[in-house]
């Protein structure tokens, strides 16, 4: 709705929506700023097109989305500029079941890579490290 001196004036942009805003409001992006980025980045396409920011998203509009090297395509159901708790964000848009099991494969690669990284032991004791200097000679 767009103010007019004081008055509610009826717009005819009510059901447009920036692309930035409606992945924030999704919840895909912690802020505006990490939604515009990755756009401007390319990690975000639209009907299998690379866009703006400032793209106006309709419902139905199919996004393929790279976040945090994790292929997500969604189909946008609902428009909201709004940020409302996950669980409503969740229906504002349909996952490509397909995509979505390839995400969760190399979820579960990425945890056992991680897992089978050897850590070290931390940082040495007083004792280790007098053993460390002297065996460098210092």
């Given at each position: 709705m767009a103010r007019g001196k004081g008055k509610a004036v009826e717009s005819e942009d009510d059901d447009k929506l920036r692309l930035d805003k409606w992945l924030w409001a999704a919840r895909f992006y912690k802020t505006r700023a990490l939604s515009h980025e990755a756009i401007e980045l390319g990690r975000i396409e639209v009907n299998g097109e690379r866009v703006k920011?400032?793209?106006v998203v309709r419902e139905g509009d199919v996004l393929d989305m790279k976040i945090q090297q994790l292929p997500w395509r969604?189909?946008?159901?609902?428009?909201?500029?709004?940020?409302?708790?996950?669980?409503?964000?969740?229906?504002?848009?349909?996952e490509d079941a397909a995509i979505k099991a390839a995400r969760e494969e190399k979820m579960l690669l990425l945890k056992a890579e991680h897992a089978s990284f050897p850590h070290g032991e931390g940082r040495p004791t007083k004792r280790s490290r007098r053993e460390i200097d002297k065996f460098r000679g210092g």
């Open positions: 920011a400032s793209r969604v189909t946008v159901l609902q428009l909201s500029g709004q940020r409302r708790p996950a669980k409503e964000a969740q229906l504002m848009y349909a």
